[in-house]
């Protein structure tokens, strides 16, 4: 038989709450704490004896007391010659799309293009750091296995014939900035109730690329294109898929105008979300301009 | 001598001043010496290019779909959006203004786009560049000197605007790799090759690395725009991107299950 002690004790310790974190204590001296109060060095500020701690005087970064620093000793050399004029296409790798397309973020019954990749939110790009789009690398071009239309801004031979291998199509198509922006993120461009921009054509520099039909351009001739799917696939070495009788030829067939951004839409409409309507221009000059290229 | 040696000194000053890059000179300033201070930011100018280094050329062959016709117009004095990428090539009016001050060189390479300017802009600019000059001298501007000045500018009142201003003498000569390293170049590579042995002359067009202090340094001198990645394809040094067999920066690559 407990005592009446004991009685006591146990029933204060079963009416207590239960040990939680908000109800314990380290034991005392456990932790250092430092000591806050600086009464009594009050007179350098905590700056020290002299010198230039003291006085503020520091030498500025890359001073070598007098010796010609580093900075200046160097010779000039234009590693970042135009670097604020140079396209950046920030990349993405075959893998890497491979598993978007297994874990059901990319949908393989339409088209891929750059506002899909966006939009599964595991990329993203700047067009303020002339960023103008994808580069698809070929890391991973040997486990791809994917069968799809894509389009990028930038690729390689390897990976176009990686694509291609599976039964897929790809274009380069490229995209001029305020384009890109809409593409980026269409729900934001489509709320500011601007018209559709129509695409620009790419620079100078670009044009050989996009005109080529080594690498699928969008400006290249589409016989020419087929010519060369051919030649890829006798210079990697597998027999080329026939697209003739495939169910889903119409998809992987689908392009866009030079001048088109969004797949349906064209350059000139408004989409007006609120009200869940199109609106499209009638105006003779509004119609030439939106459907010519300068 | 002694009066060639102070001669020798006094152009070396003068030609820091001008360049804009004086560091660590224990004299006091002078009035004069800030004319490279305080006014990288050339007064805004309108941008009018000529519409002929635009496409100017007919298609050949067209992507499947609805082909449409281009057409070729020259548009003389079109105004573009200024994010619309220029070639340099197209306007060599740059040249003489860029030669005419240092802080116009500054401002040019400091901005994102490269700025075109008009002939008459050149004028316009040159007299508000001398008149900036003559307001440098004023003693009622004494404050914001000092407060520029070269001489004593401790490492705690580095503003982010003092970086730009003079980053460029560091991105003129280094380049800097994601991983936190920079590369330069050595000097001697194109003087006295004669004299140098085959495997001299080959040392020397090397790049080399900074080491880790000057690494450090380096990274303190420029702002955090430089030290982002930058995605150029086709760029010769894409292989240095990424290190390889480091223990310190291991090249991981992102796991899929």
């Known amino acids: 038989m407990a005592s009446k002690v004991t009685e006591r004790a146990l029933n204060l310790i079963k009416s207590m709450p239960r040990v939680a974190l908000n109800n314990i204590k380290p034991l005392p001296h456990t932790s250092f704490t430092k000591k806050t109060d600086r009464r009594g060095n009050r007179k350098k500020k905590g700056r020290g004896d002299k010198g230039q701690g003291a006085r503020g005087t520091w030498d500025p970064l890359g001073y070598e007391g007098g010796q010609n620093p580093l900075i200046d000793t160097s010779p000039r050399e234009r590693y970042y010659a135009q670097y604020a004029v140079r396209r950046q296409y920030p990349p993405v790798s075959l893998l890497e799309l491979q598993r978007l397309v297994d874990l059901n973020r990319l949908d393989t019954s339409k088209p891929i293009d750059i506002t899909s990749i966006c939009n599964t939110g595991l990329f993203n790009f700047d067009v303020s750091k002339n960023h103008f789009g994808v580069n698809l690398t070929d890391e991973g071009c040997d486990q791809f296995a994917a069968k799809i239309n894509l389009e990028v801004q930038w690729t390689s031979e390897l990976v176009i014939a990686a694509i291609e291998k599976n039964g897929g199509t790809i274009t380069t198509r490229y995209y001029d900035p305020p384009c890109l922006a809409a593409l980026y993120d269409p729900l934001a461009f489509f709320k500011k109730g601007q018209p559709i921009p129509k695409c620009k054509l790419p620079p100078q520099d670009a044009l050989a690329y996009y005109s080529d039909p080594n690498f699928r351009g969008y400006l290249a001739d589409p016989e020419q294109i087929l010519e060369a799917r051919e030649k890829l696939a006798q210079k990697y070495g597998y027999k080329l898929p026939d697209l003739t009788g495939d169910p889903v030829k119409e998809m992987l067939l689908m392009r866009k105008d030079p001048l088109q951004i969004f797949y349906g839409l064209e350059p000139g409409w408004i989409v007006n979300l609120k009200d869940k309507c199109v609106l499209k221009p009638k105006d003779e000059d509004y119609l030439k301009y939106y459907n010519t290229s300068y | ?257």
């Open chain 2, 1 to 257: 001598m002694s009066s060639n040696k102070a001669y020798r000194s006094a152009t070396k000053r003068r030609k820091q001043r001008e360049r804009g890059c004086i560091i660590g000179t224990r004299r006091k300033p002078t009035t004069q010496c800030y004319t490279g201070q305080g006014l990288a930011y050339s007064p805004p100018v309108t941008v009018t290019v000529t519409g002929s280094h635009l496409v100017d050329h007919s298609m050949g062959g067209r992507g499947v779909g609805n082909l449409r016709h281009l057409i070729c117009s020259s548009m003389p004095h079109r105004s573009l959006p200024t994010f619309y990428p220029l070639s340099p090539h197209s306007c060599p009016q740059v040249l003489p203004f860029t030669q005419l001050c240092t802080q116009a060189r500054n401002a040019v390479r400091s901005s994102n786009v490269s700025e075109v300017l008009h002939r008459k802009d050149v004028h316009q600019l040159s007299r508000s560049f001398s008149a900036l000059k003559m307001k440098a001298c004023d003693p009622q501007n004494n404050d914001r000197l000092s407060k520029c000045s070269f001489h004593t500018s401790p490492m705690s009142l580095t503003t982010p605007e003092l970086k730009e201003w003079r980053e460029h003498r560091v991105i003129d000569r280094f380049y800097r790799l994601p991983w936190g390293a920079w590369i330069r170049t050595q000097g001697g590579r194109k003087k006295g090759l004669y004299k140098k042995v085959p495997r001299h002359r080959w040392q020397l067009q090397q790049h080399i690395f900074c080491n880790y202090h000057q690494n450090k340094l380096l990274d303190k001198l420029v702002t955090s725009k430089w030290k982002e990645p930058k995605y150029f394809v086709d760029s010769p040094y894409e292989p240095y991107h990424q290190r390889t067999n480091s223990y310190w920066q291991p090249n991981r690559k992102k796991f899929y299950p």
